[in-house]
């Protein structure tokens, strides 16, 4: 039996939950949650499991093999530190792995920690992406355009509404956009070298106040990534687009022709009264029109549809990352990773906000 330690028990957490229950020999045994409503929850989904008053109480117990950290943003980094202080385990790390410029050198000191960290990089692992990096190379012969569109629904409600202000979360570009960078980088398998953005807060959240705080995050933009190896990249965000048809799409061009993924926003928001959520699909389009396009549709199992709400990739994520925890392969989503995907973030926030293209 492999046994889990859950760092952030709400919404995110309760994911990790559901879906570590669907791996054999699997189990979450203690949890760290001090928001009482959310940590009921969670002692619902996993009624065996001891809820620890501190995240001290957590590493003092002897009955771990990986910790799971999903609690919100800004804690990442000092949860941590504090873990490598205390003790070696694997961790899998939610995302983004930090939020402010000067903890990048507090990621850097974690390289030496004993153990493995993956940070959780769910966008890699849904099905349609996953086929879409297999075939990219062949469909478009050497990619010069990549193109990633999101057109979701607004910030859901957390603990203590901190995912509405940019100190807690890092920004939209950071919080919600690190998994696109993350997948640039992963598809074109090269590093950037100049960003540019323009983005703000146009509809989402305006009229609300929190301690007489009105919320500071964006719900729209673009970015503009160059690449050292002459590929462009584009990002476009909407936070107020929830009756979209698919919820990502990704589009990739090169000299032979353009691939396509397509993904459906989670199953609990779709509206089932017009009929069927759309199925996932990667499409290939030759240029010769006579060739003619494939469509390559690429169904989840309904079981992982309902444990979260990623479209599967949290499952997938986890069926790797407990190769990891037993020895038997190294993190897919390293550390470095991970700091790259916030450094690319925190540079369009700042593109966005000086009206600069800032150099990497």
């Known amino acids: 039996m492999t046994r889990y330690g859950l760092i952030g028990a709400g919404m995110m957490g309760q994911e990790h939950i559901r879906n570590i229950a669907l791996l054999a020999e699997c189990a979450v045994t203690a949890f760290f949650e001090p928001d ?49 202080a205390t003790r070696a385990l694997p961790i899998l790390c939610e995302k983004p792995l930090y939020t402010a ?54 910030f859901l409600e957390k603990v203590g509404d901190w995912n509405r202000f940019n100190r807690n979360s890092g920004g939209t570009l950071v919080e919600k956009c690190c998994h696109f960078f993350d997948l640039m980088r992963l598809i074109l398998e090269d590093e950037p070298v100049r960003v540019m953005a323009s983005a703000g807060q146009s509809v989402n959240h305006l009229n609300e106040s929190y301690g007489g705080e009105t919320p500071d995050i964006w719900d729209n933009g673009y970015v503009i990534v160059d690449f050292a190896g002459g590929a462009r990249a584009m990002l476009e965000l909407c936070m107020f687009a929830e009756g979209s048809e698919y919820q990502e799409e990704i589009s990739a061009v090169g000299p032979r022709g353009k691939i396509e993924a397509r993904v459906p926003g989670p199953t609990r928001f779709w509206n089932h009264d017009i009929g069927p959520a759309p199925m996932p699909k990667v499409i290939v389009s030759p240029r010769m029109p006579t060739t003619g396009r494939v469509v390559h549709e690429t169904p989840v199992d309904k079981d992982l549809l309902t444990a979260g709400d990623h479209h599967g990739s949290t499952y997938y994520q986890h069926v790797q990352f407990l190769k990891v925890v037993r020895g038997q392969a190294r993190p897919q989503v390293t550390l470095g990773d991970g700091a790259a995907a916030v450094r690319m973030g925190m540079a369009a926030q700042e593109s966005a906000r000086t009206g600069q293209a800032v150099t990497l």
């Not at 109480?57 to 999903?70: F, G, S």
Request: aromatic share 6%; net charge negative.
């Open 101 to 154: 410029p000067a903890d990048a050198a507090e990621i850097a000191a974690l390289e030496g920690y004993a153990a493995p960290i993956w940070v959780a990089m769910e966008y890699r692992f849904m099905p349609p992406i996953a086929k879409f990096r297999e075939m990219v190379a062949e469909a478009t012969g050497g990619i010069k355009m990549l193109t990633i569109r999101e057109h979701r629904f607004p």
């Open 36 to 84: 009482d409503p959310m940590a009921a929850k969670s002692a619902a989904l996993v009624p065996d499991a001891v809820r620890c008053d501190s995240l001290d109480a957590l590493l003092a117990r002897d009955d771990l093999d990986a910790l799971v950290i999903a609690s919100p943003n800004h804690c990442h980094v000092g949860q941590l530190k504090q873990i490598a």
